[in-house]
């Protein structure tokens, strides 16, 4: 399982994002195997360097869920 999610300049709430998410991992019993984030970066890009990681990781069947 991949962790995506953005940092939009490490404010509190996107921090607190990370850690609400692998809890949810946890809970359900799912190894987190990477995150991919992306920092100060619109999020109506698809274009961010950390969305295009996480496709291409997912094409290569890295990791089987994505909790975004």
Known sequence: ???AYSTDNHRD???EELRLCCLRAEKQGWT???SNTHRAI???SLLRPG???LISDA???K???VLA
């Open 1 to 3: 399982m991949a962790l």
């Open 13 to 15: 709430a996107s921090i």
């Open 32 to 34: 987190v195997v990477d």
């Open 42 to 44: 619109c999020g109506a």
């Open 51 to 53: 969305l295009q990681e």
């Open 59 to 61: 094409m290569q069947g």
């Open 63 to 65: 990791f089987l869920i």
